[in-house]
T-cell receptor, first 113, second 112 residues
Framework: DGGITQSPKYLFRKEGQNVTLSCEQN?????MYWYRQDPGQGLRLIYY???????QKGDIAEGYSVSREKKESFPLTVTSAQKNPTAFYLC????????????FGPGTRLTVT | EDKVVQSPLSLVVHEGDTVTLNCSYE??????LLWYKQEKKAPTFLFML????IEKKSGRLSSILDKKELFSILNITATQTGDSAIYLC????????????FGQGTRLTINP
């Protein structure tokens, strides 16, 4: 079955540590996205990538970094510079950068204490 | 600044009722408006609207867009407990690539 996988489902880290969230898709989609969702709020765009080896900052990129070395993979690193990292993180993809519908992964809930 | 506002933020109704969820927006380079349903984790796609006045329907759900007044509504008739979810509205503010701006979501609870 084609889809987007995110791992792990739940992640706990101590303050000051960097942590990397995984996002893999086997849909052969060109474009991939990372969002953050906080309670009572909609999704906010962190980073997006239209093609391999290229990515752009979204609305709340500070304290995050990404890479896109392979078409299937778009990992997100939450660095110690991110002031409020505890949140639900969603990865999404579209066929190409002009497509309409985004397909979402199941998400990773990150808790930093 | 691009902005999408949903109302109400929370709604509790009884099974069988009809509900209307609202989404208003102010974005540059509007391309489309999308509705998603989020039950526990991943949002799932419901509708995409690009043209004003054309209703999209899927079973008991329907949606329409008014590009002049910059809003959309999502209607659910004969609600069921399985309709309980967060409903997200997003607008594609196309800037060389799809860039979705999401509203806060409406948390809908259907009581039996």
């Amino acid at each position: 079955d084609g889809g987007i996988t995110q791992s792990p489902k739940y992640l706990f880290r101590k303050e000051g540590q960097n942590v990397t969230l995984s996002c893999e898709q086997n849909l052969n989609h060109d474009a991939m996205y990372w969002y953050r969702q906080d309670p009572g709020q909609g999704l906010r765009l962190i980073y997006y990538s239209q093609i391999v080896n290229d990515f752009q900052k979204g609305d709340i990129a500070e304290g995050y970094s990404v890479s896109r070395e392979k078409k299937e993979s778009f990992p997100l690193t939450v660095t110690s510079a991110q002031k409020n990292p505890t949140a639900f993180y969603l990865c999404a993809s579209t066929r190409d950068f002009s497509s309409y519908e985004q397909y979402f992964g199941p998400g990773t809930r990150l808790t930093v204490t | 600044e691009d902005k999408v506002v949903q109302s109400p933020l929370s709604l509790v109704v009884h099974e069988g009722d009809t509900v209307t969820l609202n989404c208003s927006y102010e974005v540059t380079n509007f391309r489309s408006l999308l509705w998603y349903k989020q039950e526990k984790k991943a949002p799932t796609f419901l509708f995409m609207l690009t043209s004003s006045g054309i209703e999209k329907k899927s079973g008991r759900l329907s949606s329409i867009l008014d590009k002049k007044e910059l809003f959309s509504i999502l209607n659910i008739t004969a609600t069921q407990t399985g309709d309980s979810a967060i409903y997200l509205c997003a607008v594609d503010s196309y800037q060389g690539a799809q860039k979705l701006v999401f509203g806060q979501g409406t948390r809908l609870t259907i009581n039996p």
